[in-house]
């Protein structure tokens, strides 16, 4: 019995779907494909823009006469033919007179119908710039652990005499006084508190780290999650099984996971609250850190995502900067703590914010890189 042909979805529809072109064509990234002789085979819109050129006059004519021949967009080219790996680097410098000079995230992959043709997927935003805006976070972290130094010698001292005293006046207050000690009381246990949060940042002991899954950390957390504060809302889980350990520390990447899970159950609506945790490896993930030659490998992936309103874009350029919060009683520390607890793990933090879907994505290096 000869068995029926596959319906497309056009055939049931009556629509036809827009074709391979004008999906390219919308995208935001240029887009080459680089056949084996090293030519380029086709190039989208963004392409065009980005090579300064026309397809017609692109198509056909040798990348190597765009780019240096020892660009390193022309080494992972070679890399992907070699391995047959996909290979993402970031924060990648090039630079000619034809297109003058651009940072830029590629992405390099084997095109499946033709092995020898390579397609290369390039972004003109940088995650360098985010790597930099990391780098000055680490500065005000830098700072916040000298005043946090300072804060818990030269604060919290006078605020248990001043919490002591009032509770001694409390014992001989009236009845409409007594509400005005237990005041003083709360103010000095709120300020002692944030002594505490800013002391943390002081902490430049060595981490003890040892090999640990991922998974279990991040089971921690959404126990933790589940019997608290993310009550109200529905957890779900998208794991990887085949994820390599992490070389770190559990406490501190479980308060990390917490943070970070924290804020995504409040930003929750109270009916319908989504948060998905997710894992992933991704294999070649390489981020060019500035001020360094070396590439840092970061192939671990963790995303945190929430349903909410989303991050207000006036506070996202400065989302981990210390004191920068939309919460009427946040103090502004959590994510700047996160980001430091990450960068002494070698890793690196991001988010991407619209209405409706918020991720935070930590990538991390593994123990056997």
Do not use: W
Not at 142 to 167: C, D, F, T, W, Y
Request: hydrophobic share 40%; aromatic share 4%; net charge negative.
């Amino acid at each position: 019995m000869t068995a029926a042909p596959a319906v497309k979805n056009d055939e049931l529809t009556g629509d036809k779907g827009p074709d391979g072109d004008s999906i390219l064509n919308a995208l935001a990234a240029a887009i080459l494909v680089v056949d084996g002789a090293g030519r380029i085979a086709s190039v989208n819109l963004a392409g065009e823009q980005f090579l300064a050129g026309s397809a017609a006059t692109l198509q056909g004519i040798l990348l190597s006469e765009i780019l240096p021949i020892d660009s390193p967009v022309m080494a992972l080219v070679s890399q992907v033919r070699t391995t047959g790996n996909a290979v993402y680097e970031y924060g990648m410098q090039i630079e000619n007179p034809r297109i003058g000079q651009h940072f830029i995230n590629v992405q390099a992959t084997l095109l499946l119908e033709k092995k020898d043709h390579v397609v290369l997927s390039i972004q003109e935003r940088s995650i360098a710039d985010k790597i930099d805006r990391q780098l000055t976070h680490r500065g005000a972290a830098r700072s916040l652990s000298a005043m946090g130094a300072m804060l818990a010698h030269e604060v919290k001292n006078p605020l248990s005499g001043i919490r002591g005293a009032a509770q001694l006046l409390e014992q001989t207050a009236s009845e409409d006084d007594r509400p005005l000690t237990q005041i003083i009381r709360d103010e000095a246990d709120r300020v002692c508190a944030l002594v505490d949060r800013m002391e943390a940042f002081s902490d430049t002991l060595p981490l003890e780290r040892d090999a640990l899954n991922i998974h279990q950390v991040l089971n921690r957390v959404r126990q933790l999650a589940e019997n608290g504060f993310g009550q109200h809302v529905k957890f779900i889980e998208s794991y990887d099984p085949s994820l390599p350990n992490v070389y770190g520390n559990r406490d501190q990447l479980v308060q990390t996971f917490l943070n970070l899970v924290k804020n995504a159950c409040e930003a929750c609506p109270k009916s319908g609250g989504e948060v998905l945790l997710n894992t992933a490896y991704k294999h070649g993930v390489r981020f060019a850190v500035p001020g360094s030659d070396s590439l840092v490998h970061l192939p671990l992936i963790v995303n945190i995502q929430d349903n909410g309103d989303g991050i207000p874009e006036d506070l996202q350029e400065h989302l981990f900067d210390p004191f920068v919060t939309s919460k009427l009683k946040g103090t502004g520390l959590g994510l700047p703590l996160v980001a430091k607890i990450i960068s002494q793990h070698g890793g690196v933090i991001e988010f991407d914010s619209i209405p409706r879907r918020t991720i935070f994505r930590v990538m991390l290096p593994t123990d056997v890189n």
